[in-house]
């Protein structure tokens, strides 16, 4: 039996904005098929690989991916037909030749990933292996702490909070399925707490609480209310992780940002730096994603240099999970973590380098879902099989969050007694 392709076909779906994105479907020549679905962001970075939209104003507002889909049925399929689906690095880079632009400009990292995803799960599918399994290997046991955004604020919502996402770090807990149980407590008392006082329970992008809040510290307050409540220590069993998302921030120039959803202002580099600063004393704060915005690579090495041996500082928009800005950031000391999004490069092959690259210099690599999802698990299985030790997926509701983290409770579960469950 043999693990080739004999057909890639795409078709354009809905993720969960209502927007279209890509599915892929992948036959090999011994009867496998597998389907894969293409993530789409809302705070996107500038440098992220080209998400290939129609622009035909007729449809979807001009959002529709056929153009995409027709990339993938009429330019990839042939291409790579008769291609062996366990040559990973083989078919991303002939994608990437295929393409022939730096940022996959022409057949769209759209198409491109729906294809690159559906070749993993092809080819463990077609030797009997989970997906983590087949691209982790036998070592591939760590299970991630999931770091749920409980709740949204800047682009993902609309209410008076800039702060993007609030995150549930279960840090503490024994297990996967013990920190999942923490977290969607403390998202369920969240909830009662918001109610009391009167405040909207509606959700955000992410599955998280969307309140008009009076200011950030108020979400962090009532956050670590919400932690006591459920029964846990806040810094001990559960600490908060943030993502300012701060090039949304940015009004003027460089280093000039507006906290214009709560009202709370301008501020300068070293102002959002101090604001930090005292935060990070106040609150049980472990992680801080995007604390600046993505052309503010010194101030950024500011705030590592300040605050990045108390907590991790990871690297969005400024790195676009591309090893050229990783690169720069390892060199400059821009952080010490990088966040790691599969539709920001395009190709698996692209990320597991962007993850290695995180490694070698003792740099963390933070996996992330996108705000426009799908019920795709790939995202799961590539998190154990890379043993990061963290990823964020959303939130305790909406189920295109959910299904990754259900994904993950199912492979501790196979893993057994071999699972591991550790922060650092
Ligand atoms: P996005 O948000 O998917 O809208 O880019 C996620 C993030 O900023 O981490
Ligand atoms: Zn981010």
New binding site residues.
Partial sequence: MSSKIKDIKAMEILDSRGNPTVRVFMDLEDGTRVRSSVPSGA?TGEYEACELRDGDKRRFGGKGVLDAVKNVNEIISPALKGADSTEQMKIDNLLNELDGTENKDKLGANAILGVSMAATKAAAKSHNLEVYEYLGGAEANRLPVPCMNILNGGEHADNSVDI??FMAVPFGAPSFREGLRYVAETFHTLKKLLKIRGLATSVGDEGGFAPNLQSNEEAIEIIIEAIEKSGYKPGVDISIAL?N?ATSFVVGKKGEYDMKWSGAGKKSTDEMIEMSKQWVKKYPIILW??PLAEEDWEGFAKFTKELGDKIEVVG??IFVTNTKFIQRGIKEHTANAS?IKLNQIGTVSETVDAVRLCYEHNWRAFV?HRSGETCDTFLADFTVAMGTGHLKSGSASRSERLAKYNRLLEIEERLGDRAKYYWK
Avoid: P
Wanted: charged content about 55%; overall charge negative.
């Fill in positions: 705070s993007q996402e993502d998302a994603e995007d969005d928009d966040l992330s």
